[in-house]
């Protein structure tokens, strides 16, 4: 199956920095989705970006589906930002990567 | 519902007892998946629903594992003589499409924690 890799796996941020987090892919993207989960454990869905840009307020994202990767960009940091990221890939199941813990510091 | 519903949200089993979660996806979504997350990892895929029909359930761990969507609505897992490694964080997740390679969008549910004493 597919196998999803995500950089970096820790990331420590002052409030206002910006960032950018990673996902490379083995094979083909398709359902490709970045979540964001919360302290209490659930995934809160960012973007469904199988390719091309999508920008939601701070945060934006970018697949190029044909070199196999995804990027979410975030602007000006906030605390509430912090967290895991998962991004996840493929057919008729998601598989995701072991995600970005993001810290933001105030 | 307006999102996907799990329950119980905590559960607390000793080694062999038998264990039943639920999920309760966005009405009207075809397709329903479970996903297993242990400490520190991304979700693992267990199974996949389309309606009623199991279609993939590749990625149960074991034959104690079983899942059902009887109805193509509300789906359970049970974990039959649960052991300790079986201690995680069980997620569902529905989306509105149905079928492979793309099933668009999934939604997540907040999980149900299982903790095996």
């Known amino acids: 199956g597919i196998q999803v890799e995500q950089s970096p796996p820790d990331l420590i941020l002052q409030e206002g920095a910006n960032s950018t987090l990673r996902c490379n892919f083995s094979d083909s993207v398709n359902n490709l989705q970045w979540f964001h989960q919360n302290p209490w454990g659930q995934l809160i869905n960012l973007f469904y970006i199988p390719s091309g840009t999508k920008q939601n307020g701070r945060l934006s994202a970018t697949t190029v589906a044909t070199e196999r990767y995804s990027l979410l960009y975030i602007s000006s940091s906030q605390t509430t930002d912090s967290g895991v990221y998962f991004c996840g890939s493929s057919g008729s199941r998601l598989t995701f990567g072991e995600g970005t813990q993001l810290t933001v510091n105030p | 519902g307006a999102g996907v519903s799990q329950s119980p949200r905590y559960k607390v089993a000793k080694r062999g007892q038998d264990v039943a979660l639920r999920c309760d996806p966005i009405s009207g979504h075809v397709s329903l998946f479970w996903y297993q997350q242990a400490l520190g990892q991304g979700p693992e895929f267990l199974t996949y629903?389309?309606?009623?029909?199991?279609?993939?359930k590749s990625g149960l761990p074991s034959d104690r594992f079983f899942a059902e969507r009887p109805e193509g609505s509300v789906s359970t897992l049970k974990i039959q003589r649960t052991q300790q490694e079986d201690s995680a964080v069980y997620l569902c997740?529905?989306?509105?499409?149905?079928?492979?390679?793309?099933?668009?969008?999934?939604?997540f549910g907040e999980g149900s924690r299982l903790t095996v004493l």
């Open positions: 629903f389309q309606n009623e029909a199991q279609l993939d």
């Open positions: 997740a529905s989306s509105l499409r149905g079928g492979a390679p793309n099933t668009g969008e999934l939604f």
